[in-house]
């Protein structure tokens, strides 16, 4: 890991939670003194933990490139137009070129900025701990780590080899310290265990100080009261954790663990009654205001206030430069959902444009006539639905691997199955987790080839070297 300049780095969190995030706190230069201003008290801590999760919500990761846009390009997701040469680069997989490098360089330094700031957080949680409850320190701490976790297991999902082949290959560093040294590139089965090792601290932590255990994630739903500990669908909660233990054992290949934590979040959301499959009078039955991002089903998910302008930048033919838009070739979305037109995630979700004939584009992001609903602002990073396909995919009985995918499949209005369970898992992959950066690695962590062209009828032979981008410039250039 490059060396980085702590005091520079530190102020992201710190403009996002005290005062507007689109600016920055003018504070005094010495490390010491922003912390000890920052970490006095319960309310700083909080104030920082918020600003990470702003941070996350930007262009460089999930508000954009690792959401809705750069991973599903390269997951062959969008019909993208010969006059934008950028996305035309990208899907191509031309890594070497300028703008797919420069996309590689912004997520890479935007995700080890956020994971720098959660080490501060941590850092300062043990030397200003006496500003903390046991309760809010076990929660701040848990999130936080969980937080860590994720970030680095993305970018070993994206920069790290494929793992099923060459789980010993060099991967990338794990910073787990709030210091300017150079952390060494881990292979990536060692990667692996320091995700799950923060992850198995985070779910101590978490079991017990996370209300979301007793009380429910708790969306708006209670008012007059300090919201501290509400709304934990927009925190790294104990659940969360848990599903992304599943999400890190099944990509490592170990089934056991990954249907072991995929069923005891299952379990436990089923006796709680805690985020239900979304009703379908919520999406068609509510015209305007329709919850096409299942916000009820979302187990860790972004607040995103600019959500609406993802859909009118990318997907709405009617605001967007046609050369901008990330809508699928025509027929494609038709196709994907033809003998089973009753799912709820295809009407009204995907709508005709009026550029092609058969042309389809997702109205998933679009905010309704009530901007200030949660449904509207929140962006989803972890679902249920996401349990039951990787309980599916890991359950050695295929009898019981079918009910969990049936369970899903009824829940979006479909009708039982009971063959091509591989075939029909990519398919509600493909169906379920449109736009959300999924699906590139899914094809990378099963070694998917070829895989079908955004852009063409042709296939796209993927190789090691289009699964595995190298790793930034910024990066190899202070190693030896």
Not at 432 to 442: A, R, S, V
């Amino acid at each position: 890991m490059k060396k980085l300049k702590l005091s520079y780095l530190i102020l992201p969190f710190l403009c996002c939670s005290l005062i507007s995030c689109d600016k920055w706190l003018d504070v005094q230069p010495a490390d010491r003194i922003v912390e000890e201003n920052i970490f006095d008290s319960e309310a700083g801590f909080y104030s920082a933990l918020n600003g990470i999760y702003a941070e996350l919500s930007k262009r460089d990761l999930y508000g954009s490139a690792l959401g809705s846009e750069y991973i599903e390009i390269l997951a062959q997701q969008y019909n993208i137009r010969p006059a934008n040469v950028s996305y035309t680069e990208v899907a191509g997989y031309r890594y070497t070129n300028e703008y797919p490098k420069q996309r590689f360089e912004n997520i890479w330094n935007a995700a080890y900025k956020a994971i720098l700031n959660c080490n501060i957080v941590l850092a300062n949680s043990e030397k200003y701990s006496s500003s903390l409850t046991s309760k809010s320190k076990g929660v701040i701490v848990g999130e936080t780590l969980g937080i860590r976790a994720f970030l680095h297991f993305d970018m070993l999902r994206l920069f790290g080899p494929i793992y099923k082949d060459s789980p010993q290959d060099k991967s990338i560093p794990y910073m787990d310290k709030s210091s300017v040294s150079s952390f060494p590139l881990l292979p990536a089965s060692e990667a692996i265990q320091r995700i799950l090792q923060d992850l198995d601290q985070a779910e101590k932590l978490l079991q017990e100080a996370d209300p979301i255990i007793s009380e429910g994630p708790r969306n708006g739903t209670i008012a007059n009261e300090e919201n501290t500990y509400l709304f934990r669908t927009l925190k790294f909660n104990y659940y969360a954790v848990l599903a992304l233990k599943a999400r890190v054992y099944l990509y490592a290949g170990d089934k056991e663990n990954a249907l072991k934590y995929a069923k005891l979040v299952i379990d436990a959301l089923n006796r709680a009654s805690y985020f239900p499959f979304i009703q379908h009078s919520e999406i068609l039955g509510n015209a305007a205001n329709p919850d096409c991002v299942f916000s009820t089903e979302i187990l860790f998910g972004l607040f995103n206030s600019n959500r609406n302008q993802i859909f009118q930048n990318n997907f709405n033919p009617e605001a967007s430069r046609p050369e901008n838009l990330l809508i699928p070739r025509p027929g494609i979305v038709a196709a994907m959902f033809q003998g089973e037109e009753s799912d709820y995630r295809y009407f009204p979700i995907w709508k005709n444009s009026n550029l092609e004939t058969n042309a389809m584009f997702t109205t998933k992001y679009k905010v309704g006539n009530v901007p200030t609903a949660f449904r509207n602002n929140i962006q989803g990073l972890i679902r249920l639905s996401e349990l039951y396909l990787i309980a599916a995919e890991c359950e050695p009985n295929a009898e019981q691997a079918f009910v969990y995918l049936n369970t899903l499949r009824n829940n979006r209005g479909l009708t039982d199955v009971s063959d091509n369970l591989s075939s029909r898992l990519l398919s509600e992959y493909r169906k379920e987790f449109f736009g959300e950066g999924q699906l590139f690695y899914y094809y990378k962590r099963n070694k998917v080839s070829p895989i079908r062209s955004g852009i063409s009828n042709n296939n796209m032979g993927m190789t090691a070297a289009r699964y595995v981008p190298l790793l930034p410039d910024s990066e190899l250039k202070y190693r030896d």
